[in-house]
């Protein structure tokens, strides 16, 4: 447990170099292009119609989930997706591909996959902000249930530092790691309900879905901004959930703790 804590006392420690880092990485990475930070919000509009036409229009002919227009059913899931999946594979490349960096100064390299999930932040809250005025324009109003929505955000954020200070570890170490992880989440797009509803499913499946954890962050978006159930209605599936990222926390704080200082050697 302390190299749990210790891994979380270094986010605190360094958040304002974690903050400096994310703003760096997002104004080079569009430096050379004419349109710059705003494809950040043309690729992700650019797949939301794509989805739209393909799964909304098309396989479903615009028919709507329940009483919920397919399009905000599908943007309540996309939004978050479009966030946790390039995070992921983003950030389970960042000690490797910040290597340079590590081995000439002494870097607390814990942060960097905390960096990656920063700069896809700005993006996120942008998105979010739109996605909320799109569901107001639908006629879906504010509820109680939107309350409870920073805590899925508090959630997403949860497991994906879990998952990624895990995956950056034996990313570094073992590269073919990372092509799995690519792999995995274009699969786990198809496996979690984004543009198809549980619904569809008899009861026995659903279980199966829900052992998914990106299902319990895409239904939460769901339950908060469509006003579904409360997070504690679903005790079981909440403590399955965090049962699950605090142990990918602490089996990621604990190899990333034993080979932190041996990045190089392995590279």
Known sequence: MSTVLKTLKDQIMYFPLIFRLAIY???????????????????????????????????????????????IYLLVGLIPWFFISPTIVQASNSIYTKINLVSKMKFPVSILPTITIMGNTFNFIIMIGLLIVMCLFYGINFSLQWLQLPYYIFCMYSFLFAVTILT???????RDFQLFIQSAMRLCFFLTPIFWSMGNFSEKYQTF???????????????????????????????????????????????????????????
């Open 209 to 267: 879905i829900e052992l998914n954890p990106f299902t319990y962050i895409i239904n939460g978006f769901r339950n908060s901004l469509l006003s579904g159930d409360w997070f504690f209605e679903e005790r079981r599936y909440m403590l399955y959930f965090w049962s699950l990222t605090v142990l990918l926390l602490f089996i990621g704080s604990l190899i990333h703790n034993n080979f932190k200082d041996k990045f190089v050697d392995y590279l």
């Open 168 to 174: 950056s570890t034996v990313s570094a170490l073992i």
């Open 25 to 71: 990485e997002i104004k080079s990475k569009y430096q050379m292009h004419y349109l710059g930070i705003l494809w950040q919000f043309l690729n992700p509009f650019i797949q939301v119609c794509v989805y739209w036409f393909v799964f909304g229009l098309g396989l479903r002919g615009g028919e709507p989930v329940g009483d919920i227009p397919y399009l």
